[in-house]
Structure formats: structure tokens, C-alpha cells
């Protein structure tokens, strides 16, 4: 076959969240690391332009006596994304996030989180729901943590937030994706970008997200806590980029029988 008649790649549009357009489909934390030089090392080897900030934990300008997390990772550089990690009712998720917007000087983009608990970090989703409502009414961009549940990410989307982000399995427990089948029944019907967020553990994890055609993954703990931080950063980006690069070619069916790699016909003996 003549090249010019090869078919033409899928070009990847990029991730676009609220009218912006992202190279990298991989979205990082900024905790857990041993300091802000490590923070910032394993940020750019990972290739993140979005990285998520706990404004109850981590100190953007509210301190000005102590180092600023922004020295780091500099809003000139990355996408700042504000959190509200460690809020349990709606009322105090809101607060942080309209903190964060004076802070940031009129930073829409946040994410949501609303934990139900302290032992299973597991979203409290009506809580979720009610503080959603409240933000995109007073002008926020808003990413949303959130069970795997499809019916909970319609309602989400019904409000019209800019993303919703079921976990794959606990905070921090690099377990993986559990439930893969409600994943894509999340990806299916969604109208607004589906990240994972949560629970990934190693690249595989990363790279099989990607492939059921999430639009990106979102992680800290994997990277943050690795024995090489700064290594497993570059390997989780190449993990979203060949699982998305899979997700784009289109995989052969799962059948139950062989189905030789060399054709049959035209043999020499």
C-alpha cells in the first residue's frame, strides 16, 4: 500500500475544561511530598498543566510569613485548581472555594470534594450536590468528585458543572479501578469531561482509565508516595498518553477463539 493511502491518525484534541484546552490529560496533587523542590521536580516531569491545591492544608498566600506553595508551581506555568480536601458539608466547601477565588484574584476553577467520612474519604453526595449547586450559581467552574454512580454524575451534570471525577476506589489506597462497568456506563452518557479521581496505585491503572475512555486522570498519592517520585510522574504520563493513544485506535473484539496473525491464504507450504 502506498503511504499516501495509509489512513490518517485520530488527531487528539486535547482536554478542554470550561473553554480551555489542555495538552496533558493528566491532572497531579501537590501534597505529600518531602518538600516544595520535590514537589515541584515530580510536577514538571509529570507533564501536568492542572494542578489541584488543598486550600485548608496549603498555604497559596494565606500565610505570608511562610513559603507559598505558588514559588513552586507558579500560576504563570500551571492551572492552579483550588480544593476543598478535608470539607464535609457543603457550607464549609463553599467558603474554602470562594477563599481560594480572592486569594487566586478571581480564579474560577475549582474542584468540589465533600467527604462523608474520615475513614473512607468516600463523598458525601448529597452534601456534594447541594454545595454544587451554589457554586455554579455564583459564577465557579466546577470539577466534582464523585461516587461512581451514572445516576449521581447526570444530576452533577444536570447543574452544570464543568466536569465530574468518579473515583476508581478509595483516597489514597491504590487499589486501582474497581468497577470499571459503572466507569462506562459514567463515560457513556456523559456531556462534559469524565476524570478519574482516586484510588490509582501504579501506571496500569492510569493507562486502563484511559482506555475506557475517560478524558483524564487526576492523582496525587501514586506519585506523591512512590519510592521515586519524580520517576513514577514520567511514567504516569506516559501511561495516559499510550492509553489514550488505545482508547483512540480502537481495540480488537475479546473473542473465545484464536485467530492467526499471519493470513492463511497465499502460503508457501
Known amino acids: 500500500m502506498n503511504m499516501n493511502d495509509a489512513p490518517l491518525q485520530k488527531e487528539d484534541p ?45 498555604n497559596i498566600g494565606q500565610d505570608p510569613n511562610a513559603p507559598s506553595l505558588l514559588d513552586a508551581v507558579p500560576p504563570s506555568e500551571f492551572t492552579i485548581l483550588p480544593n476543598t480536601a478535608g470539607c464535609y458539608n457543603a457550607a464549609d466547601a463553599v467558603y474554602t472555594l470562594q477563599l ?19 475513614k473512607t474519604l468516600f463523598p458525601n453526595m448529597p452534601e456534594t450536590l447541594k454545595a454544587a449547586e451554589t457554586l455554579v450559581k455564583d459564577g465557579f467552574d466546577v470539577m466534582v468528585y464523585c461516587s461512581d454512580d451514572p445516576i449521581q454524575a447526570r444530576m452533577l451534570e444536570d447543574l452544570g458543572v464543568a466536569a465530574v471525577m468518579p473515583l ?32 490509582v496505585g501504579t501506571a496500569s491503572d492510569a493507562a486502563i482509565a484511559m482506555e475506557l475512555g475517560c478524558d483524564g486522570v487526576l492523582m496525587n498519592s501514586a506519585i506523591a ?44 507450504a
Open 14 to 58: 486535547g482536554l478542554t475544561i470550561a473553554g480551555k484546552t489542555y495538552r496533558s490529560r493528566l491532572l497531579v496533587g501537590s501534597g505529600k511530598y518531602k518538600d516544595l523542590d520535590e514537589t515541584r521536580a515530580a510536577t514538571v516531569a509529570s507533564g501536568a498543566e492542572i494542578i489541584t491545591v488543598a486550600i485548608r492544608r496549603v
Open 100 to 118: 481560594a477565588r480572592e486569594l487566586l484574584g478571581g480564579h474560577k476553577l475549582v474542584k468540589l470534594e465533600v467527604l462523608g467520612d474520615e
Open 225 to 268: 508516595g512512590a519510592r521515586d517520585p519524580i520517576r513514577m510522574a514520567r511514567a504516569m504520563k506516559l501511561a495516559v498518553e499510550a492509553g489514550r493513544e488505545a482508547f483512540l485506535s480502537g481495540r480488537i473484539p475479546r473473542k473465545f477463539s484464536a485467530s492467526p496473525s499471519s493470513p492463511m491464504a497465499g502460503r508457501v
Open 168 to 199: 476508581a476506589s478509595l483516597i489514597g489506597s491504590g487499589m486501582g479501578i474497581l468497577n470499571p462497568w459503572n466507569l462506562s456506563l459514567i463515560i457513556e452518557q456523559a456531556r462534559v469531561p469524565v476524570l478519574v479521581d482516586a484510588g
